[in-house]
């Protein structure tokens, strides 16, 4: 059974980077068939796409976000990453690593349990 | 950016009900169409793929219809665990995005 588990900061200050690592047990990234991705829930609020990212490194950032946005993948530690520059306020929220297919309507089949990362001065 | 709407953005019903979600995509999608059930401090989890697909180990009384611009999502006998927050997702274009959502409460 595929599982996923972010890692990272809880809280951050303003105009920091954030970095945000999830690590995939149970199943190679390596092996195709999915993108991984980053979304994320602001406070009470619904969900929000950040970008995903195929194992050979190719990207696709959500456009509102993508000029703060990287994302890389290391296949030898099974694990993918987001960084997102110049934190504000606004981008408190629960961050979630996930796994969607390539084909068909793409469902989202996997979570992580979500990081909490609050900004704040 | 494709735009979705659900409807309602909250609902009461009892345990036994039947209960209807809809969701309306601001362009067709076909059948690009995912829902999601969400609990209280938890991760989102796929309930319906491709508008009508039951996904693996989801109980039968959840299902799926719809193409083009209108989908709904019926439970067809609700259940005490069933109370949560559910969203639909759009994946026609590769900016995939959500509705708002739609909490389910007990009556």
């Known amino acids: 059974q595929v599982q996923l588990q972010e890692s990272g900061p809880g809280l951050m200050k303003p105009s920091q980077t954030l970095s945000l690592t999830c690590t995939v047990s149970g199943g190679s990234i390596s092996s195709g068939g999915y993108y991984w991705s980053w979304i994320r829930q602001h406070p009470g609020k619904g969900l929000e796409w950040i970008g995903y990212?195929?194992?050979?490194?190719?990207?696709y950032y959500n456009p509102s976000l993508k000029s703060r946005v990287t994302m890389s993948v290391d296949t030898s530690k099974n694990q993918f990453s987001l960084k997102l520059s110049s934190v504000t306020a606004a981008d408190t929220a629960v961050y979630y690593c996930?796994?969607?297919?390539?084909?068909?309507?793409?469902?989202?089949?996997?979570w992580g349990q979500g990081t909490l990362v609050a900004v704040s001065s | 950016d494709i735009q979705m709407t659900q409807s309602p953005s909250s609902l009461s019903a009892s345990v036994g009900d039947r209960v209807t979600i809809t969701c309306r995509a601001s362009q067709s999608i076909s059948t690009y169409l995912n829902w999601y059930q969400q609990k209280p401090g938890k991760a989102p989890n796929l309930l319906i793929f491709a508008a009508s697909t039951l996904q693996s180990g989801v109980p039968s009384r959840f299902s799926g219809t719809g193409s083009g611009t209108d989908f709904t999502l019926t439970i067809s006998s609700l259940q005490p665990e069933d109370f949560a927050t559910y969203y639909c997702?759009?994946?026609?274009?590769?900016?995939?995005?959500f509705g708002q959502g739609t909490k389910l409460e007990i009556k």
């Open positions: 997702q759009q994946s026609y274009t590769t900016l995939y995005t």
């Open positions: 996930a796994r969607l297919g390539t084909t068909g309507s793409q469902p989202i089949d996997h």
């Open positions: 990212i195929y194992y050979s490194g190719s990207t």
